[in-house]
């Protein structure tokens, strides 16, 4: 069965949306077409993924296993987890789809890329499978298809699996695309929330800053700037300096064939404020920009190097009580 229409770059066509891209890649999609500074990249559709299920048998093993599940034995969760994620590593990616890849891969003329899965049911206002699914930071060419594998295979993840029992979703099919995307190597980047997100205040955006890569923040690794600005003047409200002291950057010992990650201690730099007055202007306004586009409070991802800022997510806020 061939893979047509499997791939899509970001700034491709208008009509990506959820079904065929994701969560992720529909949003990333829709900022690309507005000039919201986003790194390029492509997806591979969610009819790849069913693809590959269906050439490889894979849709009742899938269902078996998720009905042994009892959400309460830790066990069993692990143990289907354990099931499902080794079969589909070990299956091969058709010679079709992987010579696309490849093919969009160069297009991009990227040394690394960022490897981020998407799912069918992510980023909705009720529920989110942000931090459910996985991302693959600095990812060499010899690397993609074994982390476009990994992606789909986090539907599984024990984490994952105890999600859809917590959403109601064991018997609904989920869907993954995978979002592939120049690397953008961060000095400093973050998350920020365009309401704030504790307290409801729809005139407060909340920006944390982190120097490296974002994955730092978004893991909790690291404790960050947190800046407070006002919506309606742009007048920062609030400073606080977090005192980090590693950043995750990419590992230039390694060969480059491999990509990777490591950890650096900061010293007393940690201790400095990570953006400066103006930037985080600048920053707000983009993201307040963002906002206006969705026309919902966003929670957004966003890295900067060389001192241009890019956004690598952009999702409805789901902590905020419907209003």
């Not at 000039?35 to 078996?64: C, D, H, Q």
């Not at 010679?95 to 297009?107: C, M, N, S, T, V």
């Not at 729809?202 to 919506?231: F, T």
Request: proline share 2%; net charge positive; glycine share 6%.
């Amino acid at each position: 069965m061939g893979y047509k229409n499997s791939i899509l770059f970001l700034n491709q066509h208008k009509n990506i949306n959820v079904s065929m891209a994701g969560g992720k890649g529909a949003s990333l999609s829709q900022m690309t077409r507005v000039e919201i500074p986003v790194p390029s990249g492509f997806v591979v559709l969610t009819e790849a993924f069913n693809k590959f299920l269906i050439e490889e048998n894979l849709r009742e093993e899938i269902k078996k296993q998720l009905s042994m599940v009892d959400p309460e034995c830790i066990e069993s969760v692990t143990k289907a987890s354990s099931t499902l994620r080794n079969i589909i590593h070990n299956k091969q990616v058709s010679k079709k789809l992987r010579d696309e890849i490849y093919g969009a891969y160069d297009k991009l003329d990227a040394k690394f890329v960022a490897v981020r899965s998407s799912a069918t049911t992510e980023d909705s206002s009720t529920a989110s499978w942000a931090g459910e699914l996985e991302t693959f930071l600095n990812v060499a060419r010899s690397n993609v298809i074994d982390k476009l594998k990994e992606c789909w295979s986090s539907l599984f993840t024990p984490r994952a699996i105890l999600y859809r029992f917590e959403k109601g979703l064991t018997n609904d099919y989920v869907g993954v695309a995978v979002v592939v995307q120049e690397m953008v190597q961060a000095e400093i980047s973050g998350v920020a929330f365009t309401t704030h997100p504790v307290t409801g205040d729809s005139d407060k955006i909340l920006i944390e800053a982190g120097y490296g890569l974002g994955e730092a923040i978004v893991g909790g690794a690291i404790i960050p700037d947190n800046y407070i600005i006002s919506k309606s003047n742009l007048a920062i409200k609030n400073v606080y300096v977090g005192e980090q002291t590693k950043k995750l950057v990419r590992d230039k010992r390694k060969q480059d064939k491999y990509g990777g990650n490591r950890w650096i201690n900061l010293g007393a730099k940690g201790l400095e404020q990570k953006l400066s007055n103006r930037q985080i202007i600048e920053a707000a306004k983009l993201f307040n920009k963002i906002e206006n586009l969705y026309n919902y409070p966003c929670d957004i991802e966003w890295a900067m190097e060389n001192e241009k800022l890019y956004v690598t997510q952009s999702r409805p806020i789901t902590t905020l009580k419907a209003r």
